[in-house]
């Protein structure tokens, strides 16, 4: 194989690994930040549960304020019976007291569902509280994984980089400038199999002589399609059948 053929070769397998290792590089920073907002989500989650107990709670306190209002009128009204002369005042005391009897059996229904509701809630409380410890250990362990990616990362990238300058140094000057020129204008890909008569990377046929004279690797030839530089894989022989 031609030597430049053979490092160009290698300087493209160099490039796509630096390039795959630049785009995770870039995802770590939006894999933290997805992260985070599933800590936030899980943090609301619990803020929202808190949030619904104090406004349970404050509505209890309500209830509890107006049950004792009304108890206390209760009681006042049982007192003043005792002080009535005629029986129309001793009707309407005890119309007074009944309506009184009810609002305490309504406030007392009101104290019971939210106590009720006290119970659901702290069981729902619990529940998200553990969820989020969960959450924070497992996003723990995720954060470290990926920090300890990203500098596995740059020190691939720098390995990378450093291979590719003492291969780029082993090219000729002239076969490096084409390897470039057309690694820009091609999405970073300047190199192409030559198989079956076809480029593999745009996939048009190539002229026979193209093909050919790809095949030998003896020299720099172009695909006349996407331009890439050709070469050939020749295939392994197949084992040799063991004796009868």
Known sequence: ???????LIHLQELDLAAERYRRRETDIPALQSALDARLAA?????????????????ARR??????????????KFK????????????????????????????????????MEEADVLAVELKTAQAALASEQAEITR????????????????????EDR?????????????????????????????????LCTVCHVRLRPQVFNEARRNASIVQCDSCTRILYFVPAIPAAAAPPQ
């Open 1 to 7: 194989m031609h030597p430049d053929l053979e490092h």
């Open 42 to 58: 899980r943090t609301a989650a619990v803020d929202a549960v808190k949030a619904r107990i104090a406004g349970s709670q404050t």
């Open 62 to 75: 309500e209830v509890e304020r107006d049950l004792a209002a009304v108890q206390s009128r209760l009681s």
């Open 79 to 114: 007192n003043q019976l005792m002080e009535v002369k005629t029986n129309k005042e001793y009707q309407a005391m005890q119309k007074e007291m009944s309506v009184a009897e009810q609002e305490i059996s309504d406030f007392e229904t009101r104290m019971l569902e939210r």
């Open 142 to 161: 995720e954060r470290r994984a990926l920090e300890q990616e990203r500098g596995n990362v740059a020190n691939d990238l720098k390995n990378v980089s």
């Open 165 to 197: 300058a003492r291969t780029a140094a082993l090219v000729s000057a002239q076969a490096l400038a084409l390897f470039e020129r057309v690694a820009q204008g091609r999405r970073g890909v300047a190199m192409a199999e030559a198989r079956d008569g």
